[in-house]
């Protein structure tokens, strides 16, 4: 098993520019979610989805829109980007049998925004 | 008040040493918690989840305090690998979202 993968490792935008960071899992897992990671932040939920068709917002959605067409994968689009998206990006996945389980993280994202 | 709080640190141990980790979080109905480690530029890995009655792994122990809401984690005889931030993780009642703290960082010096 691959676990959870990402795509890109690094990313360096301008801003305005939209762009798509790819997150694939192969543990049929049902839960799969975004997170930035600010130093001094800790992780914040920016996305989340508890199965392929349903999305739910998390803490900071602004600025980014999710799909989840596949159990599989679990894109994030920067619409616009900002310097304030300025961050390192994490995808991660876990099941849902039998209440709350261990995520599952992706290497990361890291992104710059100029 | 931020749902899950942690002291960043750092804290500097000597190899041996034993050290513990207090978290703080606000949402009293929180309903599962758990511990990550996450080394410098790597991803969060599940270090132990926390029970009601305390558990332990090895040198890592866990306990849970609701009447104060806090969650603790001791780690004894502190291995040079040991150096990581250690992440306090809550999943708040009802909800399908965790809540990370910011982390703990911790440096293991020979």
């Known amino acids: 098993n691959a676990g959870v993968t990402q795509t890109p490792k690094f990313q360096v935008l301008k801003t305005g520019q939209s762009m798509t960071l790819q997150c694939a899992q192969d543990?049929?897992?049902?839960?799969m979610s975004w997170y930035r990671q600010d130093p001094g932040m800790g992780l914040r939920l920016i996305h989340y989805?508890?199965?392929?068709?349903?999305?739910d917002q998390g803490e900071v959605p602004n600025g980014y829109n999710v799909s989840r067409s596949t159990t599989e994968d679990f894109p994030l689009r920067l619409l616009s980007a900002a310097p304030s998206q300025t961050s390192v990006y994490f995808c991660?996945?876990?099941?849902?049998?039998?209440?709350?389980?261990?995520?599952?993280f992706g290497p990361g994202t890291r992104l710059t925004v100029l | 008040r931020k749902e899950v709080e942690q002291d960043p640190g750092p804290f500097n141990v000597p190899e041996g040493a034993t050290v513990a980790f207090n978290c703080t979080y606000s949402?009293?109905?929180?309903?599962?918690f758990f511990w990550y480690r996450q080394d410098c530029r790597k991803e969060p890995k599940l270090l132990m989840s926390?029970?009601?009655s305390g558990n332990e792994d090895g040198r890592f122990t866990a306990q849970l305090n609701r009447a104060s809401q806090y969650i603790s984690l001791l780690i004894r005889d502190s291995k040079l690998s040991d150096s990581a931030t250690y992440l306090c993780?809550?999943?708040?009642?009802?909800?399908?979202?965790?809540?990370f703290g910011t982390g703990t960082r911790l440096q293991v010096f020979p």
């Open positions: 543990m049929n897992h049902e839960y």
């Open positions: 993780v809550v999943n708040p009642f009802n909800t399908d979202k965790l809540i």
């Open positions: 991660a996945s876990s099941t849902l049998a039998g209440g709350y389980n261990e995520q599952f």
């Open positions: 926390v029970y009601s």
């Open positions: 949402n009293s109905a929180s309903q599962s």
């Open positions: 989805s508890v199965g392929a068709g349903i999305t």
